[in-house]
């Protein structure tokens, strides 16, 4: 079984960029989600994609958009990057839509993410 | 707001002792509970699920839910060195549109 991967594992980009992160779910999962976690903080629901549409989203600005694809593999992109954007960027998998009862998420290793 | 609190520690328990780690939530609509380990620059990693007023045992690991307080614990008999991490709480409300609510953490330290 596949677990779930992410890429790349480290990034360093300047302020006003753009950057894509991505992400490939565990084999059977259809439901994938994306978290940050700023340091000494847990980790925070961006939003999350079923069958490729957004269907849930945390407190975050229109900057921070997605994609799933057929695959379920997923990207996030996040525009006009701010310094505060720095943070580990988890992405997450699960089977049932709502990634909840019963069914747990299964992180990604992470995306390290600095902005200078 | 969802709020889950736990205490950020670090909380030190000596190699072979009980460590004792209590999270509470403000949402009374929370349906379903999780406790990830994470580990210092890595990800976080499923140890517990719990999802009825009791408690729920594996192995080493207790997890106790007590709805009408709104207070979820995780046990961890015989800690070992390796059991120091940091433990995060996640309650789960249901309805797919708000993901996971996670608390900051507590910090164990497992002293040898």
């Known amino acids: 079984e596949t677990g779930v991967t992410q890429s790349p594992t480290h990034l360093i980009k300047t302020r006003g960029q753009q950057v894509t992160l991505r992400c490939s779910s565990q084999?059977?999962?259809?439901?994938v989600s994306w978290y940050q976690q700023a340091l000494g903080q847990g980790p925070q629901f961006i939003f999350q994609?079923?069958?490729?549409?957004?269907?849930g989203r945390g407190n975050f600005p229109p900057r921070f958009s997605g994609l799933q694809f057929p695959n379920y593999s997923s990207e996030l992109n996040v525009n006009a990057l701010e310094l505060d954007d720095s943070a580990l960027y988890l992405c997450?998998?699960?089977?049932?839509?709502?990634?909840?009862?019963?069914?747990?998420?299964?992180f990604g290793n992470g995306t390290r993410l600095t902005v200078t | 707001q969802k709020e889950v609190e736990q205490n950020s520690g670090p909380l030190s328990v000596p190699e072979g002792a009980i460590a004792s780690l209590n999270c509470t939530y403000s949402?009374?609509?929370?349906?379903?509970f999780f406790w990830y380990r994470q580990y210092s620059g890595k990800s976080p990693e499923l140890i517990m699920s719990?999802?009825?007023?009791g408690d729920k045992e594996d192995g080493r690991f207790t997890a106790q839910l007590n709805k009408a307080s709104q207070y979820v614990s995780l046990l961890i008999r015989d800690s070992q060195p390796s059991d120091s991490a940091t433990y995060l709480c996640?309650?789960?409300?249901?309805?797919?549109?708000?993901?996971?609510?996670f608390g900051k953490g507590t910090h164990l330290i497992i002293q040898p």
């Open positions: 997450a998998s699960s089977s049932a839509r709502t990634g909840g009862y019963g069914s747990p998420l299964h």
């Open positions: 084999s059977g999962h259809n439901t």
């Open positions: 994609y079923y069958r490729e549409e957004e269907n």
């Open positions: 949402d009374r609509g929370s349906q379903s």
């Open positions: 719990i999802y009825s007023n």
């Open positions: 996640a309650p789960y409300s249901g309805g797919g549109a708000d993901g996971l609510t």
